[in-house]
T-cell receptor, first 112, second 114 residues
C-alpha cells in the first residue's frame, strides 16, 4: 500500500468519536473505500464514496473526502467495543477499475 | 447468505512441500482476487482473474506460485516448493460487475511453513 497511507494505531474510549485518516496519491481515483477487518476474519466493506462527492453519511459512519489534499477520513460516532478492528482505506483508479489499492490499515482499539 | 469459502482454514507444512489453497467465489461473481497478508508487508494483491482469465499476476513470485481458475466455481493458489517466508494469511475475494466494485472476502487460509 505504498500509495495509500494510514496511521497504524488509534485508541479511543467507548462512547467517544473515532476519526481514522488516510492519504492517497493518485488523482485518478474513482472510488474510495473503507473496509473493516475483525480478528481472524477477512475484510468487509463498510462504506465507499465516489470521487465527485465530498461527504457521505451512513448511520454512525461519516466519510469525508478532500480531493485537493487527497485526504479521506472515516468518523465513527459513539464508538463501541465492537468497533475494535483494523480499518483499511482503499482506492480504485481509472486505469484499473477491478483492482483495489489498500493502505496498511489502522488498528482501532476501543477502551471500555 | 452468499459467502466466499476457502479451504483449508489452517495449514501447517514443512519447507519444500507443495501447498494448494482453494477458493469458491460467490455464485455469479466474475472477478476473483488472491491476497496475502503479513504483519510486515500488510495486504498484498497476488493475482486476479476476470471471467476466469488471469488479468494481473504481477504481485506473485512466478517461480513458485501459480494461480488458476479451472472453472467458475473454483480458484486455486499453489505454492511449490513452499518456504518459511510464505507463511501468511491468504485471502480470496470475489466481485461482480458493479459501479463501485465491492469485493467480498473469504475467511482466509492461515499458512505456516516450518
Amino acid at each position: 500500500g505504498e500509495d495509500v497511507e494510514q496511521s497504524l494505531f488509534l485508541s479511543v474510549r467507548e462512547g467517544d468519536s473515532s476519526v481514522i485518516n488516510c492519504t492517497y496519491t493518485d488523482s485518478s481515483s474513482t472510488y474510495l473505500y473503507w473496509y473493516k477487518q475483525e480478528p481472524g476474519a477477512g475484510l468487509q466493506l463498510l462504506t465507499y464514496i465516489f470521487s465527485n462527492m465530498d461527504m457521505k453519511q451512513d448511520q454512525r459512519l461519516t466519510v469525508l473526502l478532500n480531493k485537493k489534499d487527497k485526504h479521506l477520513s472515516l468518523r465513527i460516532a459513539d464508538t463501541q467495543t465492537g468497533d475494535s478492528a483494523i480499518y483499511f482505506c482503499a482506492e480504485t483508479r481509472m486505469d484499473s477499475s477491478y483492482k483495489l489499492i489498500f493502505g496498511s490499515g489502522t488498528r482501532l482499539l476501543v477502551r471500555p | 447468505d452468499a459467502r466466499v469459502t476457502q479451504t483449508p482454514r489452517d495449514k501447517v507444512t514443512e519447507m519444500g512441500q507443495e501447498v494448494t489453497m482453494r477458493c469458491q467465489p460467490i455464485l455469479g461473481h466474475n472477478t476473483v482476487f488472491w491476497y496475502r497478508q503479513t504483519m510486515m508487508q500488510g495486504l498484498e494483491l497476488l493475482a486476479y482473474f476476470r471471467n476466469r482469465a488471469p488479468l494481473d499476476d504481477s504481485g506473485m513470485p512466478k517461480d513458485r506460485f501459480s494461480a488458476e481458475m479451472p472453472d467458475a466455481t473454483l480458484a486455486t493458489l499453489k505454492i511449490q516448493p513452499s518456504e518459511p517466508r510464505d507463511s501468511a494469511v491468504y485471502f480470496c475475494a470475489s466481485a461482480r460487475d458493479s459501479p463501485y466494485n465491492e469485493q467480498f472476502f473469504g475467511p482466509g487460509t492461515r499458512l505456516t511453513v516450518l
